[in-house]
């Protein structure tokens, strides 16, 4: 493999992404400006990291409104919460040492000073290349193996549904659950989606929700009915698959990215007969609830990514400048793969 770590300059000032206003809905590119700043010191157990890769994340869209069950919203006026690939260039910390390359809690700028616990995983070897780790080999990576595995659950023969299908978690779901010998099957937002989903991650079939009937697309992918149901949306869509799960289904509920807007709450279809005569078990997943889990899916999922056995793709943009609108993309469905920002040269 070529040299899998990117080229960096080291610039004198720290270019950062701050929030300056609180969005309605998904953040807006004017939510967010661009400053810069001088360089913070590096305390005692603090070091010093230079950002290569920052992480677009839909969770961001909770972080910077009203916060989540398990955060604060980013304050008005501070770098915006993001995770990172990046390599520590200054240490006061005996246990991370200089050169070392890290995925953690970093945000929106070309440098952090931190402490240990801002770090997700330590890369002690780089065997992929570097954006991976942000992606197939990050929080993406890590949400698909374990929230299928442990919410999911899947069994040969089964029928498994992923919304999003063609997304940076959605499209390793796919393989991974394919490998496991369940029938999979996607939805997604637009043909060239779907040709991705059937000819590069392993879908058995896929379709366009927006190109018709919903109801008949999800029956015409699964007449046996589904049997797991990854679910990234919500609303809609979620209303319709639930009512086509087979008996013993299970949910697995990692997002809501079509609801607009929580406050006040959305009103729809009620699901609870639906949990009832179908015996589903219906479960949440937050990433940051199984971290003691990332060295078993790293070392399931690495493999796999240095053999080339799973496929991904990565949105990539250059430069700080692309951050402010970055959210906002992800969520009209504009990238393809994992959304990144390379801030190197």
């Not at 990046?86 to 890290?102: M, N, T």
């Not at 040969?156 to 390793?172: E, N, P, R, Y």
């Not at 007449?223 to 609303?235: C, L, Q, W």
């Not at 937050?286 to 990514?305: G, K, N, S, Y």
């Amino acid at each position: 493999m070529t040299n899998p770590i990117p080229a960096f300059t080291l610039p004198a000032i720290n270019r950062r992404a701050v929030l300056c206003r609180r969005p309605v809905g998904i953040p807006q590119a004017g939510d967010f400006a661009l400053d810069e700043v001088p360089l913070d010191p590096v305390g005692e157990g603090q070091f010093r990291v230079r950002n290569i890769y920052l992480s677009v994340d839909p969770a961001q869209r909770g972080w910077a409104n009203e916060g989540t069950n398990y955060s604060d919203p980013v304050p008005l006026g501070a770098v915006m919460r993001a995770l990172a690939v990046s390599v520590v260039i200054e240490s006061r910390c005996a246990e991370v040492p200089v050169g070392l390359h890290l995925y953690g809690w970093f945000g929106w700028q070309d440098y952090a000073v931190v402490e240990p616990g801002a770090i997700l995983t330590r890369i002690e070897q780089v065997a992929a290349p570097l954006s991976a780790y942000a992606g197939v080999l990050g929080m993406n990576g890590l949400t698909a193996w374990l929230a299928l595995n442990r919410i999911g659950r899947p069994q040969a023969g089964d029928t498994v549904l992923v919304t999003t299908a063609a997304g940076a978690v959605g499209s390793l779901v796919g393989q991974i659950a394919r490998a496991q010998g369940s029938r999979v099957v996607g939805l997604t937002g637009d043909d060239a989606k779907v040709a991705l989903c059937r000819q590069r991650f392993g879908y058995h079939d896929a379709a366009n929700y927006k190109a018709g009937d919903l109801a008949a697309a999800i029956s015409g992918l699964a007449p046996a009915g589904v049997d797991v149901f990854f679910e990234n949306v919500g609303g809609a869509i979620l209303d319709c698959a639930i009512r086509q799960m087979n008996v013993g289904g299970r949910i697995v509920q990692c997002g809501t990215a079509s609801i607009a807007n929580w406050s006040p709450p959305p009103t729809g279809l009620r699901n609870e007969r639906e949990v009832l005569t179908r015996r589903l078990q219906w479960g949440g997943f937050v990433i940051f609830d199984h971290l003691a889990a990332f060295p078993e899916a790293l070392a399931a999922l690495a493999p796999q990514v240095a053999s080339g056995a799973l496929a991904y793709e990565e949105d990539i943009r250059h430069g700080i400048a692309h951050a402010p609108g970055a959210i906002a993309r992800l969520y009209a469905g504009e990238n393809i793969g994992k959304s990144l920002i390379y801030v190197g040269d």
